[in-house]
């Protein structure tokens, strides 16, 4: 089956992340001291690979669509944890997904939150940077969950190549999912600024291995955690920061 059309900004980038495992944790595991993968990365695991690859606080990343490429396979794996109130080490097992590669098409909007850097806001400059940093396999170390499942970043362009689920005969719904965390520096609801916040949403694995992502602020179902202060940043240099805009 043909992969379906699929909405590309002016400031997109497509990048494709792998590796030998990943862990994106269901809440609800973590419980017992066990943790479970989700089938699918989540909103915020794919804005921090994102942002490992480059960030400014002038803007925030927002996932358009993720494909998956390899087929779903999880694998458990014992793990020793050291309990330093008892001097002791138990053993846990995870579930991680095994030998999983991604395909990613996110875009870029002025953070609205931090007017401080308005005039660093050059559409243009920002976007040259990030495909330069995608090509170099990102900026920072990128990991898939947990700092335990590194991660490698390439190029790609987003639809090409063969995934497992190009056949796929209809849709998988996976129900009630952790979508993402709202930090005050990334809200956009007056509501929800100030404040922590996490959202769920139900995704749609569609044919072609794709899943199309909500925005944070699109998520219908939220539970507020607690009051958060706004980052703040020093600027030393105010007079480098009002001449951004030339560069």
């Known amino acids: 089956m043909a992969v379906p059309e699929i909405l590309r900004y002016r400031n997109s980038i497509d990048y494709e992340v792998s590796g030998d495992y990943a862990l994106f944790s269901d809440p609800i595991t973590r419980a017992s001291g066990e943790k479970c993968s989700y089938h699918l990365p989540t909103y915020s695991a794919l804005v921090g690979i994102t942002s490992s690859i480059y960030w400014k606080p002038t803007f925030m990343w927002v996932i358009d669509y993720v494909r998956i490429m390899n087929p779903i396979i999880t694998e458990k794996r014992g793990v020793k944890i050291h309990d330093y109130n008892t001097n002791t080490v138990d053993l846990f097992y995870y579930m991680y997904l095994k030998d999983v590669r991604y395909h990613v098409r996110a875009h870029m909007i002025p953070n609205v939150n931090h007017p401080e850097f308005a005039n660093d806001w050059n559409e243009n400059k920002h976007h040259n940077i990030a495909k330069r940093s995608v090509k170099s396999g990102g900026r920072r170390n990128p990991f898939l969950g947990t700092s335990e499942c590194f991660a490698f970043v390439d190029e790609c362009v987003f639809g090409e190549g063969e995934s497992y689920y190009d056949n796929l005969p209809g849709q998988i719904e996976y129900g009630n999912m952790f979508h993402s965390f709202t930090f005050p520096d990334q809200a956009i609801r007056e509501d929800e600024k100030g404040k922590l916040i996490v959202n769920f949403w ?40 009002a001449n951004l805009e030339k560069y």
């Open 202 to 241: 139900n995704p749609v694995l569609q044919p072609g291995g794709i899943v199309k992502f909500i925005r944070p602020e699109e998520c219908k179902s939220k539970k507020f955690i607690r009051n958060m202060p706004l980052t703040q940043f020093e600027i030393k240099n105010p007079d480098e920061i």
